[in-house]
């Protein structure tokens, strides 16, 4: 057994010849303490659930967007954080509200060594944030601080009730770094065509709407999702966000060279998916190398249709001497062309 930074997951090594499987910390980093935030609409939409598994969200009582770095509970959308110590982070995700009228434009956080957050702060904007339930995955240089203010800009709909359904701080797992989204081109069949195969690695770990997420239509534990990453990729770890229902708890993960799974080199490894809904679940492995990976459902919670919000894989980060043999080889070859 093994854990994961996120949730504890049974690993099997499937296959002859896989290394040991190697345990680190994964990205997602605790969720921060609330100091403050701006008027919740009502006891039901507090700035809380933004960390809460389940499907409440924050929202306003119609504070709209208000003026930059405010502590007026009644002036603006925002919410004030608190890690407790100093961390670094260089991935945030925001699930929007689920609806298309309490739309936020521009928002950003503000990363601060101290209670007070001013413009001397490092800010980090987003442009779009994103709407009815998305998620986008929002990458920057990683920022370092104890304290972070989220906070909306502009709005970009027709209520002012702004706010967010749940939120992800995340740091790249060190050693590595994210691979571009692969083409998602099989699996089972999918719910309608607002929850297709390709919204389950598409940069948007969101839930309902169009395209934030991939929903089978009954598939239970025999739901599955084949994806190619156009070559062969070293993949050593991999951010599994789940639906906010219809879970999926057990998983298999293959990964192969061909793309119906079938050649010998095909390898498998075995999860247990936290049982809560819309929850990250992180694992990180030894490298494996593979062009097609396969997630096969195992086990199901919840109604039928299981799915997937959004999955990222990892690659190792080049060794600093691979890069200079590479450079090395570059220029031989340029000298022999010239020669």
């Given at each position: 057994m093994?854990?994961?930074?996120?949730?504890?997951?049974?690993?099997?090594?499937?296959a002859?010849?896989l290394?040991?499987v190697?345990?680190a910390?994964?990205?997602?980093l605790p969720?921060p303490?609330?100091t403050a935030s701006?008027d919740?609409?009502?006891?039901?939409?507090?700035a809380?659930n933004?960390f809460?598994p389940?499907?409440?969200?924050f929202?306003?009582?119609g504070?709209?967007?208000?003026t930059?770095?405010?502590?007026?509970?009644?002036?603006?959308?925002?919410?004030?954080?608190d890690?407790?110590?100093?961390?670094?982070f260089?991935?945030?995700i925001?699930r929007?509200?689920?609806n298309?009228?309490?739309?936020?434009?521009?928002?950003r956080l503000?990363?601060s060594d101290d209670?007070t957050f001013d413009?001397s702060?490092?800010i980090?904007?987003?442009?779009?944030?994103?709407q009815n339930?998305?998620?986008?995955v929002?990458r920057?240089a990683?920022?370092?601080?104890r304290?972070?203010?989220w906070?909306?800009l502009t709005?970009?709909?027709?209520?002012?009730?702004l706010g967010?359904?749940?939120?992800?701080?995340m740091?790249?797992p060190?050693?590595?770094?994210p691979?571009?989204n692969?083409t998602?081109?099989n699996?089972f069949?999918?719910f309608?065509?607002?929850y297709?195969?390709?919204?389950?690695a598409?940069?948007?770990?969101?839930?309902d709407?169009t395209g934030n997420e991939?929903?089978?239509?009954g598939?239970r534990a025999?739901t599955?999702?084949?994806?190619d990453f156009g070559?062969?990729?070293?993949?050593?770890?991999?951010?599994f966000?789940?639906?906010?229902?219809?879970?999926?708890?057990g998983y298999d993960m293959?990964?192969?060279d061909t793309?119906?799974?079938?050649?010998?080199?095909?390898?498998?490894?075995?999860f247990?998916?936290s049982?809560?809904?819309?929850?990250v679940?992180?694992?990180?492995?030894?490298p494996i190398?593979?062009?097609y990976?396969r997630?096969?459902?195992t086990s199901?919670s919840?109604a039928a249709n299981?799915?997937?919000?959004?999955i990222i894989?990892y690659t190792?980060?080049?060794e600093?001497?691979?890069l200079g043999?590479?450079?090395?080889a570059?220029?031989?070859?340029?000298?022999?062309?010239?020669a």
């Open positions: 093994r854990k994961s930074s996120c949730v504890r997951g049974l690993v099997a090594v499937v002859l010849g290394g040991a190697s345990v910390r994964a990205g997602q969720n303490g609330i701006a919740p609409f009502s006891p039901q939409y507090v809380s933004v809460d389940a499907a409440a969200e929202a306003t009582s504070n709209a967007a208000g930059p770095f405010s502590d007026d509970p009644n002036d603006g959308t925002w919410i004030n954080f890690f407790g110590e100093t961390v670094t260089d991935t945030f925001q929007t509200r689920v298309n009228v309490d739309v936020v434009g521009r928002s503000v990363v209670e413009a702060d490092r980090v904007e987003f442009s779009p944030t994103g339930g998305a998620g986008l929002q920057f990683p920022q370092t601080g304290y972070v203010r906070e909306v709005s970009a709909g027709t209520s002012p009730n967010a359904k749940q939120m992800f701080f740091n790249t060190k050693g590595l770094t691979l571009a692969p998602a081109y699996g069949t999918p309608n065509a607002n297709a195969w390709q919204n389950a598409n940069g948007n770990a969101g839930r709407g991939y929903a089978s239509q598939g025999a599955f999702i084949d994806f070559s062969a990729k070293k993949i050593a770890g991999f951010d966000f789940n639906r906010e229902s219809d879970l999926i708890i293959l990964f192969s793309p119906d799974f079938s050649s010998a080199g095909t390898q498998t490894l075995s247990v998916a049982p809560d809904a819309g929850q679940n992180e694992e990180l492995f030894d190398t593979a062009r990976v997630l096969r459902a199901a919840g299981t799915g997937v919000s959004e894989f190792p980060v080049p600093p001497g691979a043999i590479v450079g090395i570059a220029v031989g070859m340029l000298r022999r062309r010239r």
